[in-house]
């Protein structure tokens, strides 16, 4: 089985193979440990082409790298995970944002009410 290193940098295929060597013993568990890196560095590099002007994106893949470096699945999952986190927000303030207003009246009254006497 042939690995192709054609989407990364010398210096990340001199570290995948490194990383290989120091963590496992037989050439079977190298291999697929380093093709698994390696899918992972590719899809890691497709996210990033389409968040490049994303602040935030960039903020999470830098976390990503502190806390697994030298390990790409880690740090694509990590990122994943920010995304899909992100995502849940969005929707959820999209369903939310409509009823907001009816939200902000409803507790104007019941404040108002609280503080009229009346109860």
């Not at 193979?17 to 093709?35: G, L, M, P, T, Y």
């Not at 389409?50 to 470096?69: C, D, H, I, M, V």
């Not at 369903?95 to 009246?105: A, C, G, H, R, W």
Request: hydrophobic share 35%; aromatic share 8%.
């Amino acid at each position: 089985m042939a690995l192709d290193y054609s989407g990364v940098s010398d210096e990340e295929k001199e570290s995948l193979i490194q990383e290989a060597k120091k963590n496992f013993d037989s050439w079977q568990e190298r291999v697929s440990s380093i093709q698994d890196e390696l899918e992972a560095i590719i899809e890691l590099k497709e996210l990033s082409s389409g968040n490049q002007a994303n602040e935030l994106y960039s903020q999470w893949l830098l976390e990503a790298q502190s806390e697994n470096e030298n390990y790409f699945r880690g740090q694509l999952e990590y990122v994943q995970n920010k995304i899909s986190k992100y995502e849940a927000i969005q929707r959820t303030r999209a369903e939310i944002d409509p009823l907001k207003n009816i939200l902000i009246d409803i507790e104007n009254i019941i404040g108002s009410e609280c503080y009229n006497r009346n109860i």
